[in-house]
T-cell receptor
């Protein structure tokens, strides 16, 4: 596709369940980022991938959060044992180098 | 810890008026970005500012960067309703080139 694609666009889950969020970056973009946007915290960096490795995971808020990237392309962000404070919009961005980051439309996660 | 502050947080302005949004950041950075976000939508890149004194213009928007003052401005000229959105500045830092975002400025242009 032409842009960064994220799925699902909306996810409603019950507290304690695990969720997986997917990101398809723009083809050829080596860098991939996950951010979280919430009312209380604004836009926060979560994790950065260069290829399949994650040199910076400093933004992951707890060990319930993990992410992987395969084939230098698709990335999955997994949240285990979701809590209500995890409710937010999760944004993925990709970049051909350390230049402009192009954002997907996001996944809106609601934890009931 | 890097802090990025924007002001104002909310701006209501009439069509045809001019105004400036300010973005201050607390540490040196290679690059500064401005993004636009419409309600329920993702972030759209507006400008990338790479060096001290950089100025970029697109339509009614003009962005500038003063790295010595650690200040960027987004100037709106003769606002129109279509410019209503939330505007974020973001500073690029670290070897990961992660973005640290400002709080955002919600702009409402009234007819």
């Amino acid at each position: 596709g032409a842009g960064v694609s994220q799925s699902p666009s909306n996810k409603v889950t019950e507290k304690g369940k695990d969720v997986e969020l997917r990101c398809d970056p723009i083809s050829g973009h080596t860098a991939l980022y996950w951010y979280r946007q919430s009312l209380g915290q604004g836009l926060e960096f979560l994790i950065y991938f260069q290829g399949n490795s994650a040199p910076d995971k400093s933004g992951l808020p707890s060990d319930r959060f993990s992410a992987e990237r395969t084939g230098g392309s698709v990335s999955t962000l997994t949240i285990q044992r979701t809590q209500q404070e995890d409710s937010a919009v999760y944004l993925c961005a990709s970049s051909p180098s350390h230049r402009v980051q192009y954002f997907g439309a996001g996944t809106r996660l609601s934890v009931l | 810890e890097l802090k990025v502050e924007q002001n104002p947080l909310f701006l209501s302005m009439q069509e045809g008026k001019n105004y400036t949004i300010y973005c201050n950041y607390s540490t040196t950075s290679d690059r500064l970005y401005w993004y636009r976000q419409d309600p329920g939508k993702s972030l759209e890149s507006l400008f990338v500012l790479l060096s001290n004194g950089a100025v970029k213009q697109e339509g009614r928007l003009m962005a500038s960067l003063d790295t010595k003052a650690r200040l960027s401005t987004l100037h709106i000229t003769a606002a129109v309703h279509d410019l209503s959105a939330t505007y974020f500045c973001a500073v690029l830092t670290g070897t990961a080139s992660k973005l640290t975002f400002g709080t955002g400025t919600r702009l409402q242009v009234t007819l």
